[in-house]
């Protein structure tokens, strides 16, 4: 599988499998099929309420830990820093590890001490509990202060990003410092087969708009993309975007689709950046 290679050694599978919303057995069943199909990168969070069934998967695979690049979040209540420490133990414990590879700030605070916690966050990443430390659904403005400010370079920003929506200022700001940007809701949880744009590029491919959107999202260098697929099929179906020729045309189209349709916006959500024009 292709990967990408971070400031700081990561090296991430570009394809991932999400695992929000699916619990108990669905989740287990889609994570050890996603690992029998040769997924490496598994995307999880304490708030998903999965980590139990996923490390149950991961131990039925038999998978050498170090094969895997296994992500979990803390949510965006728990940043003082004895919370983080307890979720992060909670969350070792029920994936049944001694580390995550990408240990991630869910949400931005509210009324929080962005730097107290980011430094808790590295500090949980010496300690050994996590190879490598994330942030997800930071504004460029809180990830410019994190890495210029606090002095502290995330291996990962996790936001929304797919082919209906724009995120040009995060991306030029991850590429200048070897960030892995790792696309959610990389199929706008299915709203890429109602476009009538995709349906074409698809159709001339012949495969599913699904798979399309997110070839999109992985020719982009440093872009991963985690989407949720709880059946093997569909599961398959995306392993099939790593090699989809898109030719120039069908980029230029795909291009031009207004990027403008974020579906993740909850009511503790930051400030977003100005839309991509
Ligand atoms: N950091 C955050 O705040 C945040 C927020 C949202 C999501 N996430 C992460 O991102 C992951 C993905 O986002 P998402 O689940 O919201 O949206 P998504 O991946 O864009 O869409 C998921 C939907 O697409 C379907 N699907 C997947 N592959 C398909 C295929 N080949 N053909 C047809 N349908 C297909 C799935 O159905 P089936 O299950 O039936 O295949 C599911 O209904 C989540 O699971 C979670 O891990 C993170």
Redesign the pocket.
Known sequence: MQTIETHDGLSLPKL???????KDEECRS?VLSALELGYRHI???AA?ENEDAVGTAIQQSSIAREELRLTT?IWWDQLQPDAMRASTESSLRKLKTDYVDLL?I??PGQDWEPQRALETLAALKEEGKARHIGV??FPLALLRQTVEEFGIVPAAL???Y?VLLGQRALLDYTQQHKMAF????????????EVPQILTVAAKHYV?P??V??KWLLMQPNVA???????R??????LEALDLPLTDDDLTVLNGLPKNQR??DPEFAPKWDPLDT
Do not use: F
């Open positions: 991932g499998l999400g695992t929000w919303p699916t889609a995307d999880t969070a998903y979040k991630m869910h949400w997800a659904n996790q936001v929304e797919h790792v696309a959610y809701c990389p199929l706008a949880r299915m709203r890429v087969s599913k699904t798979t959107a997110l993309a985690i989407p949720k697929a709880s059946g099929e569909n599961q398959k179906t995306n579906l993740v």
